[in-house]
T-cell receptor
């Protein structure tokens, strides 16, 4: 099946620092999604990207859909303690029916020190 | 808004016991999904239902069965639980196959 490589696996940063994480794949995706998971809860959608080259912001978050359709990055500016959590990228496969073809990265664990 | 509701939140089973995880969504979504989350492995799809009346296997279906009871409800059954099924289980729904998924808060299952 399709594989997503998400990096880094974990990050320890100081409050106020900027954060960058990315996902790469050998396969093409039609849609890239970024989710955040707080402890004890389910993933929550942060940003959805639907076109190659698309750059989308949501407050302090910015994400881009790579031109090759095989990668995406997420940036968080001026981090705050509530940014702590696990961030997942997810790609929706190209071709045919999309049902069940959402592939998740392994997650980036973010820790923010006050 | 409730969104996607899962019950129970926690469960401990002995090897060989059976149980059903319940999931309901109130967003009038057509598609529903069951994932399991294990450390270092992200989320893996167990089964999905593209629409009411249909179900299909995902990446890791062995040891599980599902029922799409109606448009709102999608249950996951473990007939004979095994320690390898210790995991956090998430139900999700989406309007269509191309729409982003909305997740419930998970069921934490331990099989001893």
């Amino acid at each position: 099946g399709q594989q997503l490589n998400q990096s880094p696996q974990s990050m320890f940063i100081q409050e106020g620092e900027d954060v960058s994480m990315n996902c790469t794949s050998s396969s093409i995706f039609n849609t890239w999604l970024w989710y955040k998971q707080d402890p004890g809860e389910g993933p929550v959608l942060l940003i959805a990207l639907y076109k190659a080259g698309e750059l989308t912001s949501n407050g302090r978050l910015t994400a881009q859909f790579g031109i090759t359709r095989k990668d995406s990055f997420l940036n968080i500016s001026a981090s705050i303690p509530s940014d702590v959590g696990i961030y997942f990228c997810a790609g929706l496969g190209a071709g045919g029916t999309s049902y069940g073809k959402l592939t998740f990265g392994q997650g980036t664990i973010l820790t923010v020190h006050p | 808004n409730a969104g996607v509701t899962q019950t129970p939140k926690f469960q401990v089973l002995k090897t060989g016991q059976s149980m059903t995880l319940q999931c309901a969504q109130d967003m009038n979504h057509n598609s529903m999904y069951w994932y399991r989350q294990d450390p270092g492995m992200g989320l893996r799809l167990i089964y999905y239902s593209a629409s009411e009346g249909t179900t299909d296997k995902g990446e890791v279906p062995n040891g599980y069965n599902v029922s799409r009871l109606n448009k709102r409800e999608f249950s996951l059954r473990l007939e004979s639980a095994a320690p390898s099924q210790t995991s956090v289980y998430f139900c999700a729904s989406s309007g269509t196959g191309e729409s982003p998924l909305h997740f419930g808060n998970g069921t934490r299952l331990t099989v001893t």
